[in-house]
């Protein structure tokens, strides 16, 4: 049996079986119990329901998730954890394990996700932002989320119009979740330890009609030049995709914008109007 709870032990370990860690994977072991605890609990899942879950590492979480009662598919990249997770969960019907790269591979697990309506993990920093922003341009939704992430990347996904921290990728999580903070995390509850602070997210699904196709890239092409007003960027924009500039003011107008603001002054109830006159355009 693992002790999750114990850097030592965890490094003694790796050590025993001639693993590593590897920095390009980001891999941090949550080794405080009590937020495990909180976390698993937060995501509110019953006993028989799917959860995915992305990044089990050694498997302390998929033991919590387990215990509850669900059935885990999980998704690891690291070659050495997964034959560790292989053995650990062998006897273990309510374990799935999917190998390789989850940018990669997550897609392919479509066909069974309407089975899975939860979806939990300590997220690697280098690829958090880029997994969830796939997830919801895809249209692949959960009911509810509870990831671990970067604080920077937390503050990023919770922040509203007219913060510092508001971004494309702020309006992008907004339009599909209610996004929550759930819990900072200090460095010591990870070993190894990261050099930031990290943060639980809570992500409730909206149940919102989908957003125009046009929304996502109209996000994107607003924030681009956040110096400049979206009549400037929403011009280039209208230049691209329809070849008028002048395009722009119409939408604009339909709206009730002026042009001199700034995409960070817009909540995401402005950007999905704004996609929906842009898509309804006919020429």
Do not use: H
Not at 9 to 18: D, K, T, V
Not at 117 to 124: I, S
Not at 158 to 172: C, E, K, Q
Request: some cysteine; overall charge positive.
């Amino acid at each position: 049996m693992i002790n999750y709870n114990s850097a030592s032990a965890l490094r003694a370990f790796l050590e025993q079986e001639g693993l590593g860690m590897r920095k390009k994977f980001g891999q941090n072991f949550l080794i405080n119990p009590a937020v495990r605890q909180k976390l698993a609990d937060a995501l509110g899942a019953q006993s028989g329901d799917e959860v995915w879950e992305i990044g089990p590492g050694l498997g302390a979480m998929t033991v919590m998730l387990i215990e509850k009662g669900l059935k885990v598919k999980a998704f690891e990249i690291d070659g050495g954890f997964i034959k560790i997770l292989k053995r650990e969960f062998a006897e273990e019907k309510n374990f799935c394990l999917v190998e390789g790269d989850v940018l990669k591979t997550w897609k392919n697990n479509l066909a069974e996700k309407n089975d899975a309506q939860f979806l939990f993990g300590n997220l690697p920093y280098n690829i958090a932002a880029a997994f969830l922003a796939d997830l919801i341009e895809n249209g692949c939704l959960f009911q509810r989320m509870v990831v671990t992430v970067q604080k920077e990347v937390a503050l990023r996904m919770t922040a509203s119009a007219g913060s510092r921290d508001y971004s494309s990728f702020s309006v992008l999580c907004a339009s599909a979740y209610n996004v929550k903070p759930l819990t900072v995390i200090r460095p010591s509850s990870f070993y190894p330890q990261p050099n930031v602070d990290s943060m639980g997210v809570l992500l409730e699904n909206r149940n919102a009609p989908s957003p125009a196709p046009v929304f996502f890239p109209l996000v994107r092409a607003l924030f681009s030049s956040r110096r400049k007003t979206i009549k400037n960027n929403l011009s280039v924009f209208c230049a691209s995709r329809f070849g008028n500039p002048a395009l722009s003011a119409q939408f604009l107008k339909e709206n009730a914008l002026t042009g001199a603001e700034r995409a960070e002054e817009l909540t995401t109830e402005v950007f999905l109007s704004l996609a929906k006159s842009i898509e309804n355009v006919r020429l």
